[in-house]
């Protein structure tokens, strides 16, 4: 580790009052587990729920687990959450960087527009739009949405020069709601550390860890599919198909990050001070919550409000499904008329013969008695029912969701511009909330790209980014001559045209004349 990094280290742990780094990580680990604890019921109803989104045969039923197959139930999750997110989040935002009073002020208007230029260029530099669109589709399925910002610097190894940055970004990067942990906390105001999990190959290892043969120490304990590598060593995978598990945890108490790692317990992988120097120090804005209450930050997901109604959905679709099955064409025919085989096999419009017609004729009640038809007719009017029943249990989740509103809010061209305006407005009531919350996360997020680019970039990144041209300095040093030049002539033309001579001054009468009183405001009550 370098002399900065052992003193960055030194000043951390004396704040803290953690002398030892195997202590430090330690205190860091716990204070993870303990926010993983207290997340663990939500994680796993989470987990239940996006496999039921992704149709993987399971689903959450009264805190347990049902296997069922794709096909054996009806998918309402997916269909409201299809609905609900676009009414929430269809566009991806126009950046707009203005002072916040609208003073003459030339250099801060000229700031503003080189910013707003720059959040622009950004926003289209990647995938902005289905960044959010990440964090408002988590928002919707497990509760919550979280996207940082990083600083991205491109650096050019030159022999001579040594290192140089020859371009710059700040990213938004969408983080998985199974990787985030923070403080305790009732409100997000209150929270003082947030961490994410990651997974490093050995080379970012090298990267990362401020002591070389840190990096090449710490085990690689996590396998390409995410889960934990096993005990049997006997044929250990190569590395390059092993990751390390290695939590990013920045404190905003000491206004440090630190890496560490839960395989490497001697102390952090990397220490940093406050890399961004962000307002308010975490590279997230607050988390996009679908369901929020004042007493707790756990999120909760918007289908545990109607999952008894998905789950009798599901009854009534199997029911329907086998009660289908069930609805076929059959019946029971006398074996002795050989004509009825013909019969069944014959196509649209065919005459089949028969033989001994007027011997069956001569019997009672004629060719009807010889052929009795299965009664469809209950199965019929049940099959009815479910499907009403099914109709009217969309439609109370579509009321619960406010995918009902989202449906009456959608006009028709046939209808009045009154009509169209009230059903815009009542329609989408409900929904408006969350697109609000929706715009200021958006919001949020530019800010926190603006205060990078204002902290970060050089001015040769600004000036490029933004496509406009700044006075040099001798240009800024003639304009300073001209205006003092202006302002010296007229001082002397002033002094060569003397005192101004104004008109004679009327003399004020004196008070109780009978003279004009001078105009001023009025003293003592009217």
Known sequence: MSDDGDSVQQDFESRNEVKDPPGLVRLWLAAIATASEQEQDWRSEAE?????YRQEEAQASAGAV???QGSD????????????VPAIYNSAPIPDVRRRFSDKDKAGKTSSQMLERCISYLIDAYDFDGTVEMAVKDSELPGRGVTRVKYDPQIYQDQ????SVVWERALCEHVGWSSFRHGPAKRWDGVEWVAFETFQTRDQLRSLCQQREVAERVPLDVEATGQDKGTDDSQPAPDIFLYARVWEVWDRTSKAVLWVAPGWREGPIRIEPDPLGLKGFFPIPRPLYAIETSDTLVPVPPYRQYRRQAEELDIITQRLMKLTAALRWRGIYDASITEFTKLSNADDGE????????????????LEKAVYMLPIQELVITI?????QRDLTKQAVWEITGVADIMRGQSDPRETMGAQRIKTQWGSLRVRQRQKAAADYARDLLRLKAEIISNKFSEETILK??????????????????????QQMAMQAQAQQGPQQGPPQRALPPPGSNGQAPMGPAMGNA
């Open 351 to 366: 005459l089949v013969p028969m033989q001994n017609a007027q011997a069956l004729y001569a019997q009672a009640g004629g």
């Open 73 to 84: 139930y009806f998918n309402i999750l997916y269909a409201t959450t299809e609905t609900v």
């Open 160 to 163: 001579e020069t040594g290192e």
């Open 465 to 486: 980014m933004s496509n406009m041209e700044l006075p040099s300095m001798a240009e800024k040093q003639r304009a300073m001559q001209i205006q003092q030049m202006q």
């Open 66 to 68: 049902t296997t069922l």
């Open 384 to 388: 009815e029912k479910l499907t009403q």
């Open 48 to 52: 239940l729920i996006v496999k039921r």
